[in-house]
C-alpha cells in the first residue's frame, strides 16, 4: 500500500502569511494527488485535484504543486477562514490513502 | 442540487453488525464510483471501500473480509454491511463521491456522515 506523510503536523500562522504543507507518497503516484480542508465537525471540501487543478469555487490563493512523490498546498495569504485541518489523499491505485492532517491554527 | 445523505449509525457492541446506508440525490448516480471514508474521533481520515458502478469493489486491509460494500442503482442507494465489529471501528462514516477527469479521480462530494460506536 502507499503511504501518505504531511509536514508539518500542526502549523500556527497568522491572517495575511503565505502557508505551505508538504505530502510526500512512499512511492511515484505521478500527479494522482488530491488536497481537502476538513473544519471542525464537518465533512471534507476537496480543494485541489490532479496535484494541481483547483476545484471550481475555490478561491484562487490556493495552489498545488508536484509529482512523483513530493507534493505541496500553498495558501499565498491565510484569510480567517482557512485555519482547518488539510489532508492529502493518493488515488494512484484503488487502496486510497489519506495523509495523516496538518492541523493550521491562528497564531 | 447534489446531496448524499448517511443512515444507520449507532452503538453496537463488540461482535456485532451493522448496516449503513446512503442515498444520493441530484447527480447520475450509476456512472460514479462511490466511496466510504472513515474518521475515528479526533484522528484522521482513513478511506475504508470502493464500489464501481458496474459493482466491483475494493476495501482497504483493515476491513477487508469483514465489510462489505453494495449500491443499488435504482434507488440511487450504496450500503456499507460491517460485521465482526470491533471498538477500532468507532468513528464518523463518510460517504463519498468519487469523479474521474482527465484521468484524475478525486472525491468531490461528501454526506455530512453518520457515527458509529463500538462498545460494550
Known amino acids: 500500500d502507499i503511504q501518505m506523510t504531511q509536514s508539518p503536523s500542526s502549523l500556527s500562522a497568522s491572517v495575511g502569511d503565505r502557508v505551505t504543507i508538504t505530502c510526500r507518497a512512499s512511492?511515484?503516484?505521478?500527479?494522482?494527488l488530491n488536497w481537502y480542508q476538513q473544519k471542525s465537525g464537518k465533512a471534507p471540501k476537496l480543494l485541489i485535484y490532479?496535484?494541481?487543478s483547483l476545484q471550481s469555487g475555490v478561491p484562487s490563493r490556493f495552489s498545488g504543486r508536484g509529482s512523483g512523490t513530493d507534493f505541496t498546498l500553498t495558501i499565498s495569504s491565510l484569510q480567517p477562514e482557512d485555519f482547518a485541518t488539510y489532508y492529502c489523499?493518493?488515488?494512484?491505485?484503488?487502496?486510497?490513502?489519506f495523509g495523516q492532517g496538518t492541523k493550521l491554527e491562528i497564531k | 442540487e447534489e446531496d448524499l445523505v448517511e443512515s444507520g449509525g449507532g452503538l453496537v457492541q463488540p461482535g456485532g453488525s451493522l448496516r449503513l446506508s446512503c442515498a444520493a440525490s441530484?447527480?447520475?448516480?450509476?456512472?460514479?464510483?462511490m466511496s466510504w471514508v472513515r474518521q475515528a474521533p479526533g484522528k484522521g481520515l482513513e478511506w475504508v471501500s470502493v464500489i464501481y458502478g458496474g459493482g466491483t469493489t475494493f476495501y482497504a486491509d483493515s476491513v477487508r473480509r469483514r465489510f462489505t460494500i453494495s449500491r443499488d442503482n435504482s434507488k440511487k442507494m450504496v450500503f456499507l454491511q460491517m460485521n465482526s465489529l470491533r471498538v477500532a471501528d468507532t468513528a464518523v462514516y463518510y460517504c463519498?463521491?468519487?469523479?474521474?477527469?482527465?484521468?484524475?479521480?478525486?472525491?468531490?462530494?461528501w454526506g455530512r456522515g453518520t457515527l458509529v460506536t463500538v462498545s460494550s
Open positions: 463519498a463521491r468519487e469523479t474521474a477527469l482527465a484521468g484524475a479521480t478525486f472525491f468531490d462530494l
Open positions: 512511492q511515484n503516484i505521478n500527479t494522482y
Open positions: 489523499q493518493q488515488s494512484h491505485n484503488t487502496v486510497y490513502s
Open positions: 490532479a496535484a494541481s
Open positions: 441530484g447527480f447520475t448516480f450509476s456512472s460514479n464510483y
